[in-house]
């Protein structure tokens, strides 16, 4: 029914930026909430981003308010995670979903459909 495949990740030094991207394929997403996760090595996947369906509200994890921006663009059924000030803790596979719901939520639970995953390491 979707696919999600995410895109942008890559190498940078702390303090540097990177742009994500989920392009979906299959049934549009237009009317539902896209969120961003992402795991660490040893570590459960935890909630970044989240963005409803219209692109009206959005909601942040604590350990990335005020350095990642999450975005979407419904006629290109891609989402975007803009992500500045990197530090090396943000070193994690980074993966795109799409919600259940179309308001934004942080419960890994809520989200159907997952991306592949992409690679995001942050040197010191």
């Known amino acids: 029914q979707v696919q999600l495949v995410e895109s942008g990740g890559g190498l940078v030094q702390a303090g540097g930026s990177l742009r994500l991207s989920c392009a979906a394929s299959?049934?549009?997403?237009?009317?539902?909430?896209m969120g961003w996760f992402r795991q660490a090595p040893g570590k459960e996947r935890e909630f970044v981003a989240t963005?409803?369906?219209?692109?009206?509200?959005?909601y942040y994890s604590d350990s990335v308010k005020g350095r990642f921006t999450i975005s979407r663009d419904n006629a290109k059924n891609t989402v975007y995670l803009q992500m500045n000030s990197l530090k090396p803790e943000d070193t994690a596979v980074y993966y795109c979903?799409?919600?259940?719901?179309?308001?934004?939520?942080?419960?890994?639970?809520?989200?159907?459909?997952w991306g592949q995953g992409t690679q995001v390491t942050v040197s010191s």
């Open positions: 299959g049934r549009t997403f237009d009317s539902y909430a």
């Open positions: 963005i409803n369906w219209n692109a009206g509200r959005t």
């Open positions: 979903a799409k919600s259940k719901y179309s308001s934004t939520t942080s419960i890994e639970k809520e989200y159907t459909y």
